[in-house]
């Protein structure tokens, strides 16, 4: 959908960070620049929209939840990863996490630093969003975001820096982390969605 995690231009503007364009690299070159991908699922990118996350609407929300409602009614789907701008990403998350009747993992991710940053977020986020979008053990936990190597569930989290990498929290903690390609568990969300 967009977001840092799409975002490109630091190197262009010789500049900080703070420069970049979010939402100007397509889902499919996000894919495409991760090495390893593709031994954890066989994937498909979709360009459902390319924006800032402050520019969400309601009418974006509800498109957006439809799409993946669809698609996790596909047999031939696993599970979905959306990335998103981190600005409303729990926002997007809790309204997938009410709204998408699905026991299949639908996780969010984004990126504190766009694609060519030093040390860019984007690339592992996106690979440890895969690989626990993919695991088995991911199912029935409702909406999951994965960020920086943290698996929260939509329920909790929220935004709570605005520069760091670990800029995610909760306030009972993380569900668990994403270890050597695949989800450790630590606690599980019983409240129903
Ligand atoms: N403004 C960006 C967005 O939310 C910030 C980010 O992705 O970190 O799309």
């Not at 500049?15 to 397509?26: F, I, K, L, N």
């Not at 984004?110 to 977020?121: T, V």
């Not at 969003?129 to 975001?145: D, E, K, N, Q, T």
């Not at 668990?176 to 568990?185: F, K, Q, T, Y």
Request: glycine share 10%; charged share 15%.
């Amino acid at each position: 959908t967009g977001g840092t995690i799409a975002g490109a231009g630091v190197a262009e503007a010789g500049a900080p960070s703070a420069a970049y364009r979010a939402a100007v690299v397509s889902a499919a070159d996000l894919v495409a620049a991760v090495p390893g991908l593709g031994l954890l699922a066989e994937l498909h990118a979709e360009q459902l929209l390319q924006i800032d996350s402050v520019d969400f609407t309601d009418a974006l929300l509800l498109r957006l939840a439809r799409r993946v409602a669809e698609l996790c009614a596909q047999p031939d789907v696993d599970g979905v990863v959306v990335t998103h701008g981190t600005d409303t990403l729990e926002e997007t998350a809790y309204f997938l996490h009410l709204t998408v009747p699905s026991a299949k993992p639908i996780v969010l991710t984004g990126a504190m630093r766009p694609g060519d940053a030093l040390a860019a977020d984007g690339p592992a986020n996106l690979l440890q969003a895969v690989a626990v979008a993919a695991h088995p053990s991911s199912g029935g936990r409702g909406v999951l975001v994965v960020m920086n190597e943290d698996i929260h569930s939509a329920r909790d989290v929220a935004k709570v820096h605005a520069l760091h990498v670990n800029a995610f929290a909760s306030p009972h903690g993380a569900l668990g982390l994403v270890l050597e390609g695949a989800p450790r568990w630590y606690r599980a969300v019983t409240r129903p969605h």
